[in-house]
């Protein structure tokens, strides 16, 4: 697919609105830019137009952050879960799948071996993008094997430690000792480490991080889909606290993921000598 | 409704259930009739001309000029508004419109019904419009509004417009835009 499927037939153009207008000439890219990146968000048209989270709430940032890191949008299709984060992706402009909750692995499985097959010549990368309910608890089984089967897709978890969506109950990523509104006694376990059984179940590549710094995000985003383009599953966990559910104000996320940056979201990261070397590769070609 | 069994999940009286079927190949829908296509596309042209604020919805398959087709369609489609005298409302994608659309100057197949009250629609043609939006918006359309709906389908058509046109290619179009012509030098327009 190439981006002349966006281009407005010239008889329809003053009929469009403005932000389709925006979308053709001013959204970036892999064929109008090398490098896309969070540096071009003020200037460039975004590929999320609107969204219907709280005010304030991280994700929405944080997902602002991903989209702008793709390295090749229009051949990207992003594999979400039911959750807070999947109220944005309606209003994403690319493809994007919504899988039933806690199956997304295994959807983008599937949809991934499939464009391989379909598209032989033309790299298509598949993201997972869905939250720690999806991903770490009711969905940790698809997750996992995705990883032991060695699948070629990016596996992005927004770590709110909470279910959020449906109102605040305890998931494997909440702390331990924390209590919810749907979880009055509080936890009674650790958090669960998924970046670490990530790398154990044979992610490439592997990271534990806070949405706090764009460029932070940005990066991994970019180095995690290449990774798995090239040699197979990476995961990256990224802690987008709930403000909600944690009784912060709309202003105060980015606080929270700063004090959380040196505690329990202090950079983890794992990089297999295998993806070292494509990395370093990449990095000499300019694509990085 | 509900408990009438897995046909009665929609809340809408759809046409099926009404025993209407999409017209088989080489001919058209028009209402509960199915009949030549000449026919139909002069009844079509006929609607269009006579209603009030008569309105061509694009879908993408015609906005976007992704190959030759589509860039021949949007051609024709212009003409075909001239030739009509109607206004051209685009349906450009089907992401729904967060927080309201602004029904005035756009239509989505989510509450397609807004922007024919809002402009007071009183016939309609979908075109390019992928089938399984078509099917939604012309659902809603026909329980919601008094709209004579026309599905310009380059498939097998919609059983949910007032009147279903199959098979419309640039050649399917060309022929309507002539008689289209003809009904409307005839109707002294
Ligand atoms: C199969 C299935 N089970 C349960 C649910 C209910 N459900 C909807 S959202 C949600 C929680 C999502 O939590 P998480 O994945 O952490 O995302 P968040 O809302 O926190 O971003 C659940 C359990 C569902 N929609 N589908
Ligand atoms: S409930 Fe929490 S995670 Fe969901 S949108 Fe609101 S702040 Fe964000
Ligand atoms: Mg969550």
Redesign the pocket.
């Known amino acids: 697919m190439g981006t002349h499927i966006y281009k407005i037939n010239p008889e329809f153009r003053d009929i469009m609105p403005k932000e389709i207008i925006d979308l053709e000439e001013n959204a970036t890219w892999s064929d109008t830019t090398d490098k896309r990146g969070i540096k071009e968000l003020p200037e460039t048209k975004e590929l999320l137009e609107e969204h219907s ?2 005010a304030g ?1 991280p ?1 929405a940032a944080a997902l602002r952050y991903v989209l702008a890191a793709l390295p090749k949008p229009e051949d990207t299709v992003i594999v979400n879960s039911t959750g ?1 984060t999947s109220l944005m992706f309606p209003h994403i402009a690319l493809h994007t799948v919504h899988s039933l909750f806690g199956n997304q692995n295994a959807v983008a499985t599937g949809i991934k071996r499939v464009l391989d097959w379909r598209f032989p010549d033309i790299e298509k990368d598949v993201v997972v993008l869905a939250g720690d309910g999806a991903t770490v608890d009711i969905g940790l089984d698809y997750t996992l094997q995705s990883f032991f089967r060695q699948e070629n897709i990016t596996t992005i978890c927004f770590d ?1 430690e909470v279910y ?2 449906t109102g605040g109950q305890e998931s494997g990523a909440t702390p331990k000792g924390q209590v919810f509104k749907m979880a009055p006694t509080g936890k009674k376990f650790e958090k669960v480490k998924m970046w670490e059984l990530a790398v154990t179940s044979g992610c490439h590549y592997s990271m534990n991080m806070t949405a706090s710094a764009p460029k932070a995000v940005a990066k991994a985003v970019r180095e995690a889909i290449f990774v798995a383009r090239y040699l197979g599953p990476t995961f990256l966990n990224i802690y987008t606290p ?4 944690i009784g912060l104000n709309a202003n105060e996320g980015l606080r929270e993921m700063k004090e959380q940056d040196k505690e329990r979201f202090a950079a983890f990261k794992f990089v297999s000598p295998e993806a070292e070397e494509l990395l370093a590769k990449l990095k000499e070609e300019g694509r990085l | 409704m509900a408990n009438q069994g897995p046909a009665y999940y929609s809340p809408y009286p759809t046409a099926v259930y009404e025993g209407i079927i999409t017209p088989p190949e080489g001919k058209a829908l028009l209402l509960t009739k199915v009949v030549d296509e000449e026919t139909a596309m002069r009844e079509v042209a006929r609607v269009m001309l006579t209603s009030e604020n008569a309105t061509i919805f694009p879908g993408p398959q015609v906005l976007y000029g992704y190959n030759e087709e589509a860039k021949k369609k949007a051609k024709l489609i212009k003409e075909m508004s001239e030739v009509l005298n109607a206004k051209m409302i685009p349906m450009y994608d089907y992401r729904p419109k967060y927080p309201k659309i602004d029904a005035e100057v756009e239509i989505n197949p989510n509450h397609p019904n807004l922007t024919i009250w809002h402009n007071n629609i009183k016939a309609a043609i979908f075109i390019g419009v992928h089938c399984h939006y078509a099917n939604v918006a012309l659902k809603i359309v026909r329980c919601e509004t008094d709209c004579y709906t026309i599905a310009m389908c380059g498939l097998s058509g919609h059983e949910d417009a007032m009147a279903t046109l199959r098979d419309m290619h640039s050649h399917e179009l060309e022929k309507f835009i002539k008689i289209a012509r003809e009904v409307k030098s005839e109707l002294k327009l």
């Open positions: 989270l709280c709430c994700e807070c709110n959020a969506n709930c403000i909600l559910e």
